[in-house]
């Protein structure tokens, strides 16, 4: 008789160890990905060393291959949003360290978002084509 009711216990202990394990998830659950802020269209309005400036656009999106990437497409105004660079995300920043985009240009820089509500960027960066190097401060806006 002692042997039935500890095997019974047992079977119920064992049997509820599935239901606990077959709860379901919170599918409202925000996420924690310090890209979400970034990614989207950004209008730059860039500022060159002399009274020289240019607006352009930049999309932002995250790199599926790399979980704290983002992609840059038409970062510095080479013309075409397929020409792109990565960046790192960190909790305040991007950095784009020094890369070869297709169009031969050498560019590195860093973005950090300039207010609570991360729709304004200011960027510093540096573009080196055809062996001159020039240096860029912009304003980005999110679109």
């Known amino acids: 008789m002692k042997t039935t009711i500890l095997t019974i216990l047992f079977a119920l202990a064992f049997t509820s160890l599935f239901f606990i394990g077959c709860e379901?998830?919170?599918?409202?659950?925000?996420?924690?990905?310090?890209?979400?802020?970034?990614?989207?269209e950004w209008q730059f309005i860039e500022s060159f060393k002399s009274t020289e400036g240019n607006s352009y656009l930049v999309s932002i999106s995250k790199d599926p291959n790399n979980?704290?990437?983002?992609?840059?497409?038409?970062?510095?105004?080479?013309g075409s949003q397929s020409i792109t660079v990565t960046g790192i995300v960190t909790t305040s920043q991007i950095i784009v360290n020094s890369q070869k985009m297709s169009n031969n240009w050498t560019i590195e820089g860093a973005g950090?978002?300039?207010?609570?509500?991360?729709?304004?960027?200011?960027?510093?960066?540096?573009?080196?084509?055809?062996?001159?190097k020039e240096e860029y401060t912009a304003t980005a806006t999110k679109q």
């Open 67 to 78: 979980s704290s990437q983002v992609i840059l497409g038409n970062f510095g105004n080479p």
């Open 112 to 132: 950090r978002s300039t207010n609570t509500a991360n729709t304004t960027m200011s960027w510093t960066y540096a573009i080196t084509a055809g062996g001159d």
């Open 24 to 40: 379901p998830l919170d599918e409202g659950t925000t996420s924690d990905d310090p890209r979400d802020k970034y990614v989207g």
